[in-house]
């Protein structure tokens, strides 16, 4: 008897919470393995606009490789569909969902503090436009609650401007005031990083990604500068008293002996 071949595609299931503006959303297997697929709306499909932007997006978020933003496999013609973006199976709850159903917990909060700032930086630095960071856009997956950022890589830029990365800050802020609200205030620290995101002039936001992400390790640049400043200032006095007639005779201008070194080294 002849070897049965596996289908290509089987359940095939709509995901009305998924869709986008333009876009239906979908769930299926391929050859056994589950996927999700995006497509153009019927109503879109025959148009040449709507289809030049449907291949852009896949040219586009086709090169991306972060482990917190939905990737993609591949751009074929699915039958009863059209032509479909392809990606990993990412199906699960949205951030939008936990929340609404009280199921956010301090595991959820860690995950947005890091993992979603990793996404963020790499969507700044990599100059990917994306729509706006929303609760309804974090998707933890079934599963092992990995976080994933949909809506990510519909174009790209040569840079983004600080008003991209602003916008960026300020929805972070959001999303991290409202776990907080959930989890009943998680301390005055990131209390405070939260209000200074969403603070209505952006002038007064963290500058970066980079900013925001020393601000929630608790870490301030300002330290670092601090120190370089107090080295920079001990080695000016000691260039100086080297150079000065204080200095022990005998030594010509730029030397000093190893004896010596040790003993600035002492009195440091």
Not at 94 to 105: F, N, P
Request: net charge negative.
């Amino acid at each position: 008897m002849p070897e049965q071949q596996i289908p290509k595609w089987t359940e095939i299931e709509h995901l009305p919470e998924w869709d986008e503006e333009f876009y239906d959303v979908y769930t299926a297997k391929k050859y056994g393995k589950w996927l999700m697929l995006k497509t153009l709306k019927p109503e879109y499909r025959d148009n040449p606009v709507f289809k030049d932007m449907l291949e852009k997006e896949f040219d586009v978020r086709y090169n991306l490789a972060h482990p917190n933003i939905v990737m993609i496999n591949d751009f074929e013609e699915v039958p009863g569909l059209g032509m479909c973006i392809i990606t990993d199976d990412v199906y699960g709850d949205s951030l939008r969902k936990l929340l609404d159903s009280g199921k956010v917990d301090k595991d959820i909060l860690n995950k947005v503090i890091h993992q979603l700032v990793e996404a963020m930086e790499y969507i700044q630095v990599n100059h990917i436009v994306h729509h706006p960071l929303t609760p309804e856009r974090i998707i933890f997956t079934e599963n092992i609650h990995n976080l994933k950022v949909i809506d990510v890589g519909f174009d790209q830029k040569n840079c983004l401007s600080a008003a991209d990365t602003s916008e960026d800050i300020y929805n972070f802020g959001v999303i991290l005031g409202l776990l907080l609200d959930a989890l009943g205030d998680e301390g005055t620290h990131l209390r405070q990083v939260a209000k200074k995101c969403v603070n209505k002039d952006p002038k007064k936001r963290y500058r970066d990604i980079q900013d925001l992400k020393l601000a929630l390790d608790n870490r301030n640049n300002n330290k670092l500068y601090i120190i370089i400043i107090v080295f920079l200032s001990i080695m000016i006095i000691i260039l100086a008293w080297l150079n000065s007639s204080h200095s022990p005779k005998g030594i010509s201008e730029g030397e000093v002996s190893d004896a010596q070194v040790e003993q600035i080294d002492i009195d440091l």
